[in-house]
């Protein structure tokens, strides 16, 4: 089902196509594990980001920006931030501590649905992360991948209630750090 693998790197994350043919492709993926170096003064201002990263900061179809209950909620877990790292932090562990996971069919997963109803798969608590962030001029973007079995994921392993026995689709988060650049972040 994968349709395309780009070759692409940020300051934490590279994937580079080994090789392809009709059949498979060999893709070598890198993960930069250290600690995030970043002392990005939070909240970011304006000044501080180029026209194209701009572009990160409004809605989409699926993350509503700015959006009453959505921006309150995360202007009240960040009022102490210091950090776009402890502002980022702040609003990822709400959003795993307060909503369940469920990837079930029937479960919508644009950001405003997560929200009100706080359940979401890693898409939907991604689109959530992304609408608080941008709602507080933090840039964010959506992230996607197929995760492989094995290496601690899949191969019959329960992860947070639910079983998995092989790979799959995964969503995480990319926040823009002024000080560091893109860093993928994920929430689960």
């Given amino acids: 089902g994968v349709e395309f693998l780009p070759n692409y790197t940020n300051n934490s994350y590279s994937q580079k196509v080994l090789q392809e043919d009709e059949f498979s492709n060999r893709v070598l993926i890198e993960v930069n594990l250290d600690r995030l ?3 990005a003064s939070f909240p970011v201002s304006p000044q501080q980001l180029s026209w194209p990263i ?5 809605p989409e179809r699926d993350i509503p920006v700015n959006e009453g209950s959505i921006l309150s909620q995360a202007r ?3 009022q ?3 950090t776009v790292h402890e502002a980022v932090t702040g609003i990822f562990n709400w959003i795993v ?3 369940t996971y469920d990837a079930g069919r029937n479960t919508p997963q644009d950001g ?3 929200f009100y109803s706080r359940r979401g798969s890693c898409v939907g608590f991604t689109n959530l992360a992304i609408a608080m962030l941008r709602s507080l ?4 973007r959506y992230a996607h991948g197929y995760l492989p079995p094995g290496y601690d994921w899949g191969i019959s392993k329960k992860y947070w209630g639910v079983q998995i026995s092989g790979g799959g689709y995964h969503a995480w988060v990319e926040v823009y ?5 893109w860093c993928f972040s994920d929430l689960l």
């Fill in 112 to 114: 405003r649905s997560v």
């Fill in 54 to 58: 701009r572009t990160f900061l409004g």
């Fill in 97 to 99: 501590d307060n909503h």
């Fill in 137 to 140: 001029g933090i840039p964010a």
């Fill in 80 to 82: 102490d931030s210091r």
């Fill in 177 to 181: 750090y002024p000080d560091v650049g």
């Fill in 76 to 78: 009240k877990l960040t």
């Fill in 37 to 39: 170096q970043s002392q």
